[in-house]
């Protein structure tokens, strides 16, 4: 089974600023890996697939880098609607699908 | 626009049987593998099973936490899939959650739509 881990945790930002949030995998996964955001109460949405693709309606201010074993979700100048949970996914190698712990940014 | 809805959850005692559904629209769902993830509350995300599209055919995967106690099936001309769910364990309290299955390269799935989720209560 592939381990995914977040780091950080917890990212504290400011509205405006960058946010960058990294994913390592135990193993190769290619580039078969998705980020999901999830706001409290909702489900999980796709925001990036192929580990820089963005999914339909997601702003350009998502961006997703990385193959192998290392990938990064930046969010180029966070906006409100973004403090959310922010889950990586890979996909490679399955069963099983595997998501890392999530990292939450906050409102600093 | 494409729409997950599940239901069927509650609270039910440890031992016990619960069967969700998960009804599609606004696409072919035949034509798509279904996931099911749960979320344990104040925790991340598991998945815990698939289903291929008859195409595919149409057969499961299940994460070892739940294989040999959960199900999933289908039903194509309803558009809706199902988590049988037996000898329910405390530890299976969770809020459940479907997604749709987008195939990427023929063998590769991620998940693009995903339900607002049914939430399972498991105790005495």
Known sequence: EIVMTQSPATLSVSPGERATLSCRASQSVSSSLAWYQQKPGQAPRLLIYGASTRATGIPARFSGSGSGTEFTLTISSLQSEDFAVYYCQQYNNWPPWTFGQGTKVEIK | EVQLVESGGGLVQPGRSLRLSCTASEFTFGDYGLSWVRQAPGKGLEWIGFIRSKVYGGTTEYAASVKGRFTITRDDSK??????????????????????????????????????????????
């Open chain 2, 79 to 124: 558009s809706i899939a199902y988590l049988q769910m037996n000898s329910l364990k405390t530890e299976d309290t969770a809020m459940y959650y479907c997604a749709r299955g987008i195939v990427e390269m023929a063998t590769r799935y991620y998940f693009d739509y995903w339900g607002q989720g049914t939430l399972v209560t498991v105790s005495s």
